[in-house]
C-alpha cells in the first residue's frame, strides 16, 4: 500500500491556460474525491467517484472544471481558462467501499499569476 | 448555515502537557466523523474516527470524545510532543447521501520545548 499520490505536486500556469492533475489512489479503494483548499481553510469538496462514475459535484465546480476516472483507478482533475482565483491546494482522497476514513493525497499546489 | 467550527484557531501548549481540541458541528443528521491533521505543505493525515453511535474512541495517545446533545467534538493528546505541532481538522459526514465529509478551518497547535 503505496498511499494516494498526486502529480504534479507544484504548478505555476498563467491565467487563461489550461491544467490536468492526475491522483492514483490507494489500490482497490473504489471510491475517489477532490477537494481544494485555499489558505488558512479546511478542505472544501468538489467532487466524488465510485469506481468510473461520478456521483457527485458541488457547486463550486464550475463548467471550467472537469474530473474523470475512466478506469476506475486513477483520476484526473482539469481546469480551463485558468483564474487567479483558482490558486489553491487540490487534494485528492480515497476510500474502500468497506470503510469509510478517507485516505488524502500530497496534494498539488496551483498558482495561477 | 449549518458548518463544521473550531472554538479556538490557535492552541498553544508546554511539550508533555496534554493538549485538548475543540470543534462544534451543526447538522445533527452527520454520523460520522474524522480527526486530520495537516503538517505545511502536505495533505491532512487521518488521526482517528468515530461514529456517531459512539461516544469515545481511543488510540495511541488521542482519544476522541463525541457529545450529540451539545453536538461537540474534541480531540484529546496526551503528552504532546514537538512533532504533534500542526493544524488540526475535525470532520463530519452528512446526509442524505453520505459521500461526503465537510471540514471546519482548523486549529493551530504549537507545542512548545
Known amino acids: 500500500d503505496t498511499g494516494v499520490s498526486q502529480n504534479p505536486r507544484h504548478k505555476i500556469t498563467k491565467r487563461g491556460q489550461n491544467v490536468t492533475f492526475r491522483c492514483d489512489p490507494i489500490s482497490e479503494h473504489n471510491r475517489l474525491y477532490w477537494y481544494r483548499q485555499t489558505l488558512g481553510q479546511g478542505p472544501e469538496f468538489l467532487t466524488y467517484?465510485?469506481?468510473?462514475?461520478?456521483?457527485?459535484k458541488s457547486r463550486l465546480l464550475s463548467d471550467r472544471f472537469s474530473a474523470e476516472r475512466p478506469k476506475g483507478s486513477f483520476s484526473t482533475l482539469e481546469i480551463q481558462r485558468t483564474e487567479q482565483g483558482d490558486s489553491a491546494m487540490y487534494l485528492c482522497a480515497s476510500s474502500s467501499g468497506r470503510a469509510d476514513t478517507q485516505y488524502f493525497g500530497p496534494g498539488t499546489r496551483l498558482t495561477v499569476l | 448555515g449549518e458548518s463544521v467550527g473550531l472554538h479556538l484557531p490557535t492552541l498553544s501548549v508546554q511539550e508533555g502537557d496534554n493538549s485538548i481540541i475543540n470543534c462544534a458541528y451543526s447538522n445533527s443528521a452527520s454520523d460520522y466523523f474524522i480527526w486530520y491533521k495537516q503538517e505545511s505543505g502536505k495533505g491532512p493525515q487521518f488521526i482517528i474516527d468515530?461514529?456517531?453511535?459512539?461516544d469515545k474512541r481511543q488510540g495511541q495517545r488521542v482519544t476522541v470524545l463525541l457529545n450529540k446533545t451539545v453536538k461537540h467534538l474534541s480531540l484529546q493528546i496526551a503528552a504532546t510532543q514537538p512533532g504533534d505541532s500542526a493544524v488540526y481538522f475535525c470532520?463530519?459526514?452528512?446526509?442524505?447521501?453520505?459521500?461526503?465529509?465537510?471540514f471546519g478551518s482548523g486549529t493551530k497547535l504549537n507545542v512548545k520545548p
Open positions: 467517484f465510485q469506481n468510473e462514475a461520478q456521483l457527485e
Open positions: 470532520a463530519e459526514r452528512r446526509g442524505p447521501n453520505f459521500n461526503k465529509f465537510y
Open positions: 468515530i461514529r456517531s453511535n459512539m
